[in-house]
């Protein structure tokens, strides 16, 4: 039985790469070493950061000129408390899109740091439903726009990038390299690297090397995009193995043909499941139709003891990992990158059998 990964993170990887893991794991191309062992001093550990870095800015059509890559730890969360420290600096005030869970966590963290001004300008609170148009009149006297680009527990995502005349920031943590955008309209980008990446222990951000000289330099190395762009992100030991995997995953995004191809493929998984909750009438989904996400897809039946049988009868056909999150109950499918079509096709069949086997336990 093929078993298909819906979780929504720590996330499936691509076979491929997981057989190039193993394959290689207890000898690093010849050195004799795994590369779970290797210094992140060693010229095999720097190539890897370098062609690493060069992917990730090949598929986002960023150049090396005016973008930076950085390798980090700590998730996207600790993300919510170095944007405001390093990119706060001239108004000290700064534009929240509140379209869900992580943006309200990324805004209370902002809260926390002293004499910063945290405004929300458009939100979708309490439902998150929708994704919140964005309008700006006048001058618009922040130091950045802070947006959620996909809602990994409501299942909504951005369409279009707002015109707004500020620096952009965003979390792309659950649609990196998954949806499309033009990247370099954001000033910021980040992601933690296990939903569409890698391992868990990796963030990745994505910086304009002409934010980096503004930036404070009395901050703690650590929490300074500064300091870690000068050290390359190896001011200490960064996670090898993590920035190994997440090469190899882009390696295969760039055979897969990118990320419009990868979006092309996305859509298709996406609207398999779609079309199941939009046709049988045994499905609901709340999220507005042109707002749906295309890589986490939250479901339920309506009842909730219905909506466990089909939890537990999924899991013993392969098909893992369908509860939804504790916010909102029910199923919630996670289509990113490596699930390949064959996984929404799989769970679109089961789906249409389980509404037909159950049709009178509504
Ligand atoms: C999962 C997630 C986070 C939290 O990521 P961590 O790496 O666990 O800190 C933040 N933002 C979004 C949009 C997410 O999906």
Do not use: C
């Given at each position: ?9 720590p ?11 193993q394959?290689e794991?207890?000898?690093y191309?010849?050195t004799?070493l ?10 095999q550990?720097t ?9 990730l800015?090949q ?36 534009a929240?899109?509140?379209s ?14 002293p004499?910063l ?6 939100t979708?609170?309490?439902q ?18 802070h ?5 990994t527990i ?9 015109a707004?005349n ?18 370099d309209?954001f ?5 933690g ?80 499941i ?6 049988t009438n ?7 139709p ?10 339920t ?17 392969g ?8 916010l909102t109950?029910?199923m ?15 769970l ?6 389980f ?8």
């Amino acid at each position: 039985m093929t078993i298909y990964n819906f979780a929504a993170g720590p996330a499936t990887l691509p076979d491929q790469v997981l057989a190039q893991v193993q394959a290689e794991l207890t000898n690093y191309q010849g050195t004799g070493l795994s590369i779970l062992e290797i210094s992140h001093r060693s010229v095999q550990f720097t190539t890897l950061l370098a062609q690493a870095k060069q992917l990730l800015l090949q598929l986002m059509n960023l150049t090396e000129r005016e973008y930076e890559v950085l390798f980090l730890q700590g998730g996207a969360t600790l993300q919510f408390t170095m944007v405001p420290l390093n990119l706060a600096n001239k108004f000290h005030r700064v534009a929240f899109v509140n379209s869900g869970h992580w943006a309200e966590r990324a805004m209370a963290e902002a809260k926390l740091i002293p004499d910063l001004a945290v405004e929300e300008i458009a939100t979708s609170a309490p439902q998150f439903n929708h994704f919140p148009t964005v309008e700006f009149t006048g001058p618009a006297q922040y130091d950045y726009l802070h947006l959620t680009t996909n809602n990994t527990i409501f299942g909504t995502s951005l369409k279009q990038l707002p015109a707004a005349n500020l620096p952009l920031v965003g979390d792309l943590s659950s649609n990196f390299l998954a949806q499309d955008y033009p990247f370099d309209h954001f000033d910021l980008i980040y992601a933690g690297a296990q939903k569409n990446l890698a391992p868990a222990g990796l963030t990745v951000v994505v910086v304009k090397k002409s934010l980096l000289s503004q930036m404070p330099t009395a901050l703690p190395a650590m929490l300074s995009y500064r300091k870690l762009a000068a050290k390359d992100s190896t001011l200490n030991t960064p996670p090898v193995f993590q920035i190994y995997v997440a090469k190899l995953v882009l390696e295969w995004l760039v055979s897969q043909g990118g990320v419009s191809a990868m979006e092309a493929i996305n859509r298709q998984k996406a609207q398999l499941i779609y079309e199941v909750i939009d046709q049988t009438n045994f499905y609901h989904n709340p999220v507005r139709p042109a707002d749906r996400s295309l890589t986490n897809i939250p479901f339920t039946t309506g009842n909730s003891a219905l909506d466990q049988t089909f939890i537990t009868t999924a899991e013993q056909a392969g098909l893992k990992n369908l509860k939804g999150h504790r916010l909102t109950g029910g199923m919630r499918a996670s289509l990113y990158n490596a699930m390949p079509l064959a996984g929404a096709v799989a769970l679109r069949d089961f789906m249409l059998q389980f509404a037909k086997d159950h049709a009178e336990e509504k």
